[in-house]
Every structure is written in C-alpha cells, then in structure tokens.
C-alpha cells in the first residue's frame, strides 16, 4: 500500500458545481496535513494546512478524519480558473525533522 | 521579498556528464529539498537537508548528491548524468521550526539525451 494515495481522477465538473477530493494515508503517526495546487509545468503551490480537524478558506474546506486516515479537499462554487492538479501531502517525523510524502495528485477540469 | 530560486530553468545535456542544478531561498529556512517529479510517479524526495553540513538520502537518491555549505543553498548534483534522470526537478523548504509547510522553488527541465 502506497504512502499517501489519491484518486487521480480528472474529475470533469460544471462551473458553480461542488467538488470533493479524498486522499489516504498509512501512516498513524502522521501529525500534519496539507494540500497543495499544482499547474501544468509549475510549481506546487500551498493551498491549506490542515493540522486539527479540518479548516476553510473562502470556497475551500479541508477535512481531517484521523480514526479512518483519510484527508479531504472540497470545492465549493468551482470556477474556471479551479482547473489543476491538487495534491495531498502528509508530514511524519524522521530523524532530526520532518518530511512530506506527497500523493500523485487529482486533476480537475471545471468547465463551462 | 523572501522567494526560493532555482537555476538553470532548462537544461539539456548529454549521457555521462556531471549537472548541478542550483536552489537558492532567501527566507532563512533550516530545511531543504530536492524532488523530481516524472508522470505517474508524482513528487518523490532525492535528498534533503535540515541545516548546515546536514545531508540525508530520499526515496530516490542513487545518482544524486547534495551539499550544505550554508544556510540559503542547496545545489544538487548529478555525478553522471543518465537518461532515466530526464526528468522536472524541484528545489523546496521549510523552516523547520514548528511549521511543516514546504514552498517551492520554480523547477528545472532537466533533458539528458
């Protein structure tokens, strides 16, 4: 079983339609939660940490079930410019710090 | 502003030579990265570095090698460069004090031919 795991969709919504994105992880220990943004030949870029429960951000919540070790992403009111790769990242403790393993994400295509 | 650079943005080279990809930030984090990215694969780590003079070996560091002479660099090295490491590199960090979150760097387009 993989890390970190994600559907990989593409998931093809409507604009103004609500999307969710599920990513597992194996790891118990696991203390931090994030999702990142990523567009076509650049840079994944931050879009939430999720270190309790859960945490929203305008049309963005993300949610943290630790009993079934799963994160989750949701979209609200998706708009054109939603359009991306979306990855999950977990952080464990190693060593002397910390690293994160990374999904290999969920594309989106909001179209009109 | 505080920013994370890479260099060179694109870079072609042949079989068997060396390549350093430079990863330079300007925010004063302790912790460095370097990921490759490939199709399928996603982000997986090479190595990594949790401050001066601190190097560890990722998932995937056969063929690379890193050095951390201070604290805003972090260049990655291929000693022999092959085709199989065709590939987008990025350079990430974190500050490593509490706070886990990773900022990345722009990414190199490394083609070995």
């Known amino acids: 079983r993989k890390e970190v795991e994600q559907d990989p969709g593409p998931f093809n919504v409507p604009e103004g339609a609500t999307v969710a994105f599920n990513c597992t992880y194996s790891?118990?220990?696991?203390?931090?939660f994030f999702w990142y943004r990523q567009d076509c030949r650049k840079e994944p870029k931050l879009l939430m940490s999720v270190y309790s429960s859960g945490n929203e951000d305008g049309r963005f919540t993300a949610q943290l079930n630790r009993a079934s070790q799963y994160i989750s992403l949701l979209i609200r009111d998706s708009k054109l410019s939603d359009s991306a790769t979306y990855l999950c990242a977990v952080n464990f403790r190693t060593g002397g710090g910390n690293k994160l393993t990374f999904g290999t994400g969920t594309q989106l295509k909001v179209e009109l | 502003d505080a920013e994370i650079t890479q260099s060179p943005r694109h870079k072609i080279t042949e079989t068997g030579r060396q390549v350093t990809l430079a990863c330079h930030q300007t925010w004063n984090h302790n912790n460095m990265f370097w990921y490759r990215q490939d199709l399928g694969h996603g982000l997986r780590l090479i190595h990594y570095s949790y401050g001066v003079q601190d190097t560890n070996k990722g998932e995937v560091s056969d063929g690379y090698s890193v050095s951390r002479s201070n604290t805003e660099d972090l260049p990655l090295t291929l000693e022999s460069a092959a085709s199989s490491q065709t590939s987008v590199y990025f350079c990430?960090?974190?500050?490593?004090?509490?706070?886990?979150?990773?900022?990345f760097g722009p990414g190199t387009r490394l083609t070995v031919t």
């Open positions: 990430a960090s974190s500050s490593g004090q509490g706070s886990y979150e990773q900022y």
């Open positions: 790891n118990s220990a696991s203390q931090s």
